[in-house]
């Protein structure tokens, strides 16, 4: 009796040999490059460093606390490249940090305090307390803001230019074992 053909091995082969490389997609990864990649089963989670050097179907990166890694360009399942720093995106950085410390700091220095005229008038001189809280507060979060985006400015925030990686099937042979795998992006 003849046993019918199991299918799943011939669609794998067909899948492996027809679907797109990542090779194609990253011409930007050039030795000296910058790049953020992942690269599962290579390396954890996100892996940044520099090309060191490349062959047709492998990067070789390296970084200042880590050993180079060798990973095979159709492993990499998500690619970034370096644009250098931008002042405006670190402005934009500053401000969210320096807000919210400036409106911290104006809080506190309010809840600690009272206005001073208080003291010396006799009638209505000012500003109510209530008003000269609101002051203190208000000043404090345009003062965060402006030593958050100007210091933010001064340092910059790194921008990453994203390359799309085709969804691509791989086939890995390791420790005797075969394994076929395959992303889907929707």
Avoid at 22 to 44: C, F, H, K, S
Avoid at 117 to 139: F, H, L, M, P, V
Avoid at 157 to 165: P, V, Y
Wanted: charged share 15%.
């Amino acid at each position: 009796m003849l046993r019918p053909l199991r299918p799943l091995p011939l669609i794998a082969l067909v899948l492996v040999l027809l679907a797109p490389h990542a090779q194609a997609q990253l011409v930007e990864a050039q030795p000296g490059a910058r790049m953020r990649i992942q690269a599962p089963g290579i390396v954890a989670g996100r892996y940044v460093g520099t090309v060191i050097s490349r062959t047709a179907d492998t990067l070789v990166l390296g970084s200042p606390t880590s050993a180079p890694v060798r990973v095979p360009v159709s492993r990499i399942t998500s690619a970034e490249v370096s644009r250098g720093n931008s002042r405006g995106l670190g402005a934009v950085q500053g401000l969210k940090w320096g807000v919210p410390i400036g409106l911290a700091v104006g809080v506190l220095l309010a809840a600690g305090t009272s206005n001073p005229d208080d003291q010396y008038c006799i009638d209505n001189c000012g500003q109510t307390d209530s008003e000269y809280k609101r002051n203190i507060i208000i000043a404090s979060l345009f003062s965060g803001a402006f030593w958050g985006a100007g210091i933010g400015a001064i340092v910059g925030h790194e921008r990453w230019e994203r390359f799309d990686i085709t969804p691509h099937t791989s086939f890995d042979v390791r420790d005797g074992r075969t394994r076929l795998g395959a992303a889907v992006r929707f």
